[in-house]
């Protein structure tokens, strides 16, 4: 979400995504595993076998790299790096990396379309998901501006 310096919303660019690997880089430069078996044991230390004759094990990431905790870390770096960019350039819009409710704001998300989506929205072809997406903008410019006349009423009554 974009945020303009007066505290107005602005629309927002596609969506942007990174990939990258949650295998680790080996000393040597070579591509680690992923993850890595515990094997399930009884109380004498023996592995416990499955139905199949095969040993149960738990699959144990090698890095964070997936966990809530670093993505979190890593999408508030991001947003810190593009504002750094957006101030540098003069720019005074603005993007945070959490999610509607966490920033306390009472908007509807709109939901992710996809490429193929975006190719037939591209194309003029309306989609299901298209069509969502622009009843949810509509809903959330009708309740920004319910709020700005509630506000306003506010004020008005509180002067009175």
């Known amino acids: 979400m974009l945020k303009h310096s007066r505290g107005a919303l602005v629309s927002l660019p596609p969506a942007s995504h990174t990939y990258h690997s949650i295998r680790p880089i080996e000393p040597d430069g070579k591509w680690g595993c992923k993850q890595r078996?515990?094997?399930r044991l009884d109380e004498d230390g023996n592995r416990i076998m499955g139905e199949d004759g095969k040993p149960l094990f738990d699959a144990v990431p090698t890095t964070d790299w997936g966990?809530?905790?670093?993505?979190?870390?890593?999408?508030?770096?991001?947003?810190?790096?593009?504002?750094?960019?957006?101030e540098e350039k003069g720019l005074t819009c603005r993007i945070d990396h959490r999610s509607y409710e966490r920033q306390g704001l009472d908007l509807l998300p709109t939901v992710?379309?996809?490429?193929?989506?975006?190719?037939?929205?591209?194309?003029?072809?309306?989609?299901?998901k298209g069509d969502l997406n622009r009843w949810i903008k509509k809903a959330n410019n009708i309740l920004r501006d319910i709020r700005k006349k509630i506000a306003g009423l506010t004020d008005w009554i509180k002067a009175i």
């Open 112 to 128: 992710h379309e996809g490429v193929a989506v975006r190719q037939m929205e591209a194309k003029g072809i309306p989609t299901d």
């Open 67 to 86: 966990s809530p905790e670093t993505l979190e870390h890593w999408r508030e770096a991001w947003a810190a790096m593009v504002n750094a960019k957006f």
């Open 37 to 39: 078996r515990r094997y």
